[in-house]
């Protein structure tokens, strides 16, 4: 609560000191940078959302917003450079065109970054865990686990490697590891 207080508060306390003039009131304009401002801090949001993921799901759809993400921001950021020419009357405060485009650019890398990580463990995904769980996985109530034994061993190690695969670049550890 207080991390996305303070979030909207100085996307408030930005918008304040950068905005158009469209709207006949200076506080319209700001609401208008203040979304695109959160807007950002969203993206930020689903990229920590994407690195945290313990195992991605396997249905289309995750892999269906990684790519119209970035496809969608890139019309934004498009918009924002070249279809919004800047215009010296259309500015009440700041650099609000600065802003738009800084924070669309932004957003579009960050989506970028995010279907990057999705689609790098789709490839990698040969090391996911079958069969028996991985270390530190639930097992359903009235199974029993085969944690340490010789047919979980390849599973175990194969946690390892997912969870290396967390901590560098998931390509840069499959060619150091090779196959599971």
């Not at 496809?71 to 450079?81: E, F, R």
């Not at 960050?110 to 865990?129: M, P, S, T, Y």
């Not at 010789?150 to 390892?160: E, G, L, P, Q, V």
Request: hydrophobic residues 50%; negative net charge.
């Amino acid at each position: 609560p207080l991390t996305l207080s303070a979030a909207v508060a100085s996307a408030g306390c930005l918008a304040s000191r950068h905005h158009l003039a469209l709207a006949e009131t200076w506080d319209a304009d700001a609401i208008f940078i203040a979304a695109e401002l959160l807007e950002v801090l969203a993206a930020l949001a689903f990229l920590a959302r994407t690195m945290c993921m313990e195992d991605r799901p396997r249905d289309m759809s995750a892999h269906l917003v990684c790519i119209l993400l970035p496809a969608q921001q890139a019309l934004s950021a498009y918009y924002w450079l070249e279809a919004f020419p800047f215009s010296e009357p259309l500015v009440r405060a700041g650099l609000p065109f600065q802003v738009l485009q800084v924070g669309g650019c932004v957003q579009l890398g960050v989506f970028l970054g995010a279907a990057a990580l999705q689609f790098a463990e789709v490839v990698d995904g040969r090391w996911r865990c079958t069969g028996a769980p991985c270390a530190g996985e639930q097992v359903p109530f009235g199974e029993k686990s085969e944690v340490g034994t010789a047919k979980t061993a390849h599973a175990d190690s194969s946690h390892r490697r997912k969870s290396a695969r967390r901590i560098s670049s998931p390509l840069l550890v499959g060619s150091v590891l090779g196959p599971g």
